[in-house]
């Protein structure tokens, strides 16, 4: 991705998070020049990744295949005893996440306001390939079955939990969709199985400055 799509994207997504009356803490705000002044006061942010995640999957389709993210708290095996983590992300209508499970982490998908959120489910064996069962998942907390493949679509205040082993894919419809993620710790280096070989993170065209700093990007600032 280019930088200035990177830098187009956040400022669109605090325009959706500002419709709707969101507010994210105030380091999503900075700058890299005051990132770059912080000391270990902050080292939860960056160790734990938290902050602005904008992904086109190594694809460079954003619109088409991408996804927005805000991480807003995670825990860190190695460095602290939070056992959960929380995003909000804002998905466009038409925007897919590609079809992906996680091993370890078990989350729920709100749709926290917006569009509808569709979906698609597959449950995948012991080998990881999909499988043509039928998959039951919980609904706001109600086992509901559907049909490997189909799609159904979560209303606003709606949610679903995906469990490990559950492959998914989701865009939005009809307008701007914000999409909350309550989860076990996410670690996104390790705990990604996408069905097609697809990078998580984008290769960055640096085309103009940066205004905003990645999760993944803070051990680089000086």
Same mark, same amino acid.
């Given at each position: 991705?280019? +930088?200035?799509?990177?830098?187009?994207?956040?400022?669109?997504?605090?325009?959706?998070?500002?419709?709707?009356?969101?507010?994210?803490?105030?380091?999503?705000?900075?700058?890299?020049?005051?990132?770059?002044?912080?000391?270990?006061?902050?080292?939860?942010? +960056?160790?734990?990744?938290?902050?602005?995640?904008?992904?086109?999957?190594?694809?460079?389709?954003?619109?088409?295949?991408?996804?927005?993210?805000?991480?807003?708290?995670?825990?860190?095996?190695?460095?602290?005893?939070?056992?959960?983590?929380?995003?909000?992300?804002?998905?466009?209508?038409?925007?897919?996440?590609?079809?992906?499970?996680?091993?370890?982490?078990?989350?729920?998908?709100?749709?926290?306001?917006?569009?509808?959120?569709?979906?698609?489910?597959?449950?995948?064996?012991?080998?990881?390939?999909?499988?043509?069962?039928?998959?039951?998942?919980?609904?706001?907390?109600?086992?509901?079955?559907?049909?490997?493949?189909?799609?159904? +679509?979560?209303?606003?205040?709606?949610?679903?939990?995906?469990?490990?082993?559950?492959?998914?894919?989701?865009?939005?419809?009809?307008?701007?969709?914000?999409?909350?993620?309550?989860?076990?710790?996410?670690?996104?280096?390790?705990?990604?199985?996408?069905?097609?070989?697809?990078?998580?993170?984008?290769?960055?065209? !640096?085309? !103009?400055?940066?205004?905003?700093?990645?999760?993944?990007?803070?051990?680089?600032?000086?």
């Amino acid at each position: 991705m280019k +930088r200035s799509e990177i830098n187009k994207a956040i400022r669109y997504a605090m325009d959706v998070l500002d419709k709707h009356d969101f507010h994210l803490p105030e380091w999503a705000y900075w700058s890299p020049s005051v990132w770059a002044a912080k000391g270990k006061e902050c080292d939860e942010v +960056r160790e734990n990744h938290l902050g602005w995640d904008i992904t086109d999957f190594g694809k460079g389709r954003f619109l088409e295949e991408g996804l927005t993210l805000v991480t807003m708290r995670n825990g860190n095996p190695a460095r602290d005893r939070k056992p959960y983590c929380e995003k909000i992300m804002i998905v466009r209508p038409g925007q897919i996440t590609p079809v992906h499970f996680h091993w370890n982490k078990m989350e729920d998908i709100i749709n926290r306001g917006g569009g509808d959120l569709c979906i698609k489910i597959w449950r995948a064996d012991d080998e990881e390939n999909m499988t043509g069962e039928d998959c039951v998942v919980r609904i706001d907390g109600i086992d509901t079955v559907f049909r490997a493949g189909e799609t159904f +679509r979560l209303k606003p205040g709606q949610s679903i939990c995906f469990t490990p082993y559950l492959y998914h894919t989701f865009w939005a419809e009809g307008e701007d969709c914000l999409a909350g993620e309550v989860s076990t710790v996410n670690d996104d280096d390790n705990d990604n199985r996408f069905y097609e070989p697809l990078g998580r993170y984008p290769e960055i065209e !640096e085309d !103009e400055p940066a205004e905003y700093v990645l999760c993944n990007e803070y051990r680089t600032l000086k």
